[in-house]
T-cell receptor, first 113, second 115 residues
Framework: AQSVTQLDSQVPVFEEAPVELRCNYS??????LFWYVQYPNQGLQLLLK??????LVKGINGFEAEFNKSQTSFHLRKPSVHISDTAEYFC???????????FGQGTRLTINP | DTAVSQTPKYLVTQMGNDKSIKCEQN?????MYWYKQDSKKFLKIMFS???????INETVPNRFSPKSPDKAHLNLHINSLELGDSAVYFC??????????????FGPGTRLTVT
């Protein structure tokens, strides 16, 4: 069964510093990969997705992620974070053609001034 | 022009009661889902419906019964509520395109507290 591991449960960084949130998934022939953000007391918002093609995908709010098939990873990065990026970030994967999204445990990103 | 909406946003009730949560999407998607997010923020799929047909039922107690009157609505009815049912329940929808299912769009969530 598909599984997703987010290696850090919490990541504190200073404002304007770069950040990387790590995500690894169990191997499968073809997968779709997603990052979602959940701001406090809100629903999940899609940040970006990898379906096929270029392994570097850009999303909203200046985030990007790189799909690495050999390492089964899909790490999320931002070169300079803002206080408003404070939120919970979820990596998710689905087998190509499947309805089911499997989520990682989430990473809480805290931005310190 | 809310894409996926849920009602109510908060639900506080006592053990043993029966309650329902409603979900509506105006995105024209064929597929809808219910997820449960526990106190540790872990998200797990409960059900999915495709055009009113149940597709996924993930080892959920049969006290939980989803109902889809049409492809824009998916409701969740819970019988005999237990303390462990306290969680945030999210509705989601996704489009189907050639090649499979893609991103899911989530509602704002319903925070259920059972006392």
């Amino acid at each position: 069964a598909q599984s997703v591991t987010q290696l850090d449960s919490q990541v504190p960084v200073f404002e304007e510093a770069p950040v990387e949130l790590r995500c690894n998934y169990s191997s499968s022939v073809s997968v779709y990969l997603f990052w979602y953000v959940q701001y406090p007391n809100q629903g999940l918002q899609l940040l970006l997705k990898y379906l096929s093609g270029s392994t570097l995908v850009k999303g909203i709010n200046g985030f990007e992620a790189e799909f690495n098939k050999s390492q089964t990873s899909f790490h999320l990065r931002k070169p300079s974070v803002h206080i408003s990026d404070t939120a919970e970030y979820f990596c998710a994967v689905s087998d190509k053609g499947a309805q089911k999204l499997v989520f990682g445990q989430g990473t809480r990103l805290t931005i310190n001034p | 022009d809310t894409a996926v909406s849920q009602t109510p946003k908060y639900l506080v009730t006592q053990m043993g009661n029966d309650k329902s949560i409603k979900c509506e999407q105006n995105l024209g998607h064929d597929t809808m889902y219910w997820y449960k997010q526990d106190s540790k923020k872990f998200l797990k799929i409960m059900f999915s419906y495709n055009n009113k047909e149940l597709i996924i039922n993930e080892t959920v107690p049969n006290r939980f019964s989803p109902k889809s009157p049409d492809k824009a609505h998916l409701n969740l009815h819970i019988n005999s509520l237990e303390l462990g049912d306290s969680a945030v329940y999210f509705c989601a929808s996704s489009p189907y395109r050639t090649g499979g299912y893609y991103e899911q769009y989530f509602g704002p969530g319903t925070r259920l507290t059972v006392t």
